[in-house]
DNA sequence: CAAAGCATGTAAGCAGTTACATGATTGT
DNA sequence: ACAATCATGTAACTGCTTACATGCTTTG
């Protein structure tokens, strides 16, 4: 459960609700978990009884108890050996590849339309970002090497979708160039 | 399970035995599943049950039993209406990325390290994908397109790892260039 | 003689998602 | 009136992974 991690990020910068990790998640751009209920408030309990995280209840008057975690020197230690452990290579799913690899039984206009959905989703999520990005949501920025680091993150990730629509385009058009023999263009001499 | 899908493309080009859609997925660079029996092995009964796929069973002298599964024109529908439909984003999870959100607690050194594991995991990569693009795994190639649609996603995979690791040296280098403050890098001017 | 390949399948579990359930409060 | 926010939690499910189990054959 890699996600523990990432939560015992968000707890080293400062403390949280599961609430707020919740919606921590859900809103940043590079965190990707869906931010489900299940697994963040089930992680912080087993963070708990693993003795990573403190919980202090609040009662409030007009709103459900909050459990605020904080993290100890332990979850701490726990995180920095995550850090000084493995890298690990990042892992895509791209179903659309795997659509164009077998889209052999479609004309031309159908791949066209194909490579023109996964450009129009593409561009809509490139969209969304540069709005989050001008939004700037609230971050560490503990130091200079902090805030640089956000920012080549969040860079890196509009430019890897920019990329593979820069991608599908050149392809669609390499498509395009080939001409008949798959139904949908119609050959002009003859 | 949206391996059915990728399990009836490749019954769209051929039939295959589970045992060689296990060897596809694990030795190709693009259709990234494990290839673990659990998840073949069922969609196959379960296609078959649906009606997307036959079996023929072959015995053998030397070897088990072979059940050669083809594709049926239910299949191909499916398969058919798949690609008519929604594009999906990729989906990445880069789990490097997040350690990187969280070092603030590292030194330059150790910094520089995990940049460094990183860069190292991604040059490993790249050389294996060459590595398999030059032995050329066997693809269907039945008419131009299909051949330029399948060397171009492989050449995207390698690119996104380039483009990757050319991200972690950029930013390798800024961080060292932000000097000290956080340890590791002793100052100069002084 | 050990390892890898051929070929099937099962068991057990972690990871991750959607949806459900409760219930007051605040904003449109 | 309706939706969203605050705040917790549970249920049911899919997806995906590792490891186990069998047993013969070929290669090093």
Same mark, same amino acid.
């Given at each position: 459960?890699?996600?523990?991690?990432?939560?015992?990020?968000?707890?080293?910068?400062?403390?949280?609700?599961?609430?707020?990790?919740?919606?921590?998640?859900?809103?940043?751009?590079?965190?990707?978990?869906?931010?489900?209920?299940?697994?963040?408030?089930?992680?912080?309990?087993?963070?708990?009884?693993?003795?990573?995280?403190?919980?202090?209840?609040?009662?409030?008057?007009?709103?459900?108890? &909050?459990?605020?975690?904080?993290?100890?020197?332990?979850? =701490?230690?726990?995180?920095?050996?995550?850090?000084?452990? /493995? !890298? *690990? %290579?990042?892992?895509?799913?791209?179903?659309?590849?795997?659509?164009?690899?077998?889209a052999?039984?479609?004309?031309?206009?159908?791949?066209a339309?194909?490579?023109?959905?996964?450009?129009?989703?593409?561009?809509?999520?490139?969209?969304?970002?540069?709005?989050?990005?001008?939004?700037?949501?609230?971050?560490?920025? &503990?130091?200079?090497?902090?805030?640089?680091?956000?920012? =080549?993150?969040?860079?890196?990730?509009?430019?890897s979708? /920019? !990329? *593979? %629509?820069?991608?599908?385009r050149?392809?669609?058009?390499?498509?395009?160039?080939?001409?008949?023999?798959?139904?949908?263009?119609?050959?002009?001499?003859?």
């Amino acid at each position: 459960m890699s996600i523990k991690y990432a939560i015992l990020g968000f707890l080293s910068w400062r403390p949280f609700t599961g609430y707020e990790l919740k919606k921590q998640f859900a809103d940043s751009l590079s965190f990707h978990w869906s931010g489900n209920n299940n697994q963040i408030y089930g992680a912080l309990i087993q963070l708990h009884k693993e003795g990573a995280v403190t919980i202090e209840v609040q009662p409030q008057e007009k709103y459900p108890t &909050r459990k605020v975690y904080a993290i100890t020197e332990l979850g =701490r230690q726990w995180l920095r050996g995550w850090l000084l452990g /493995e !890298a *690990e %290579l990042p892992e895509e799913r791209n179903l659309v590849h795997i659509q164009l690899a077998w889209a052999e039984a479609l004309d031309g206009g159908e791949l066209a339309a194909l490579l023109g959905r996964y450009e129009r989703v593409l561009e809509d999520q490139i969209i969304m970002c540069r709005e989050r990005l001008r939004r700037g949501a609230p971050e560490p920025a &503990r130091s200079p090497r902090e805030s640089l680091i956000w920012r =080549r993150i969040d860079e890196n990730r509009v430019s890897s979708y /920019e !990329a *593979e %629509l820069a991608w599908a385009r050149s392809l669609a058009s390499e498509v395009a160039g080939l001409g008949a023999g798959h139904g949908g263009v119609r050959e002009v001499a003859g």
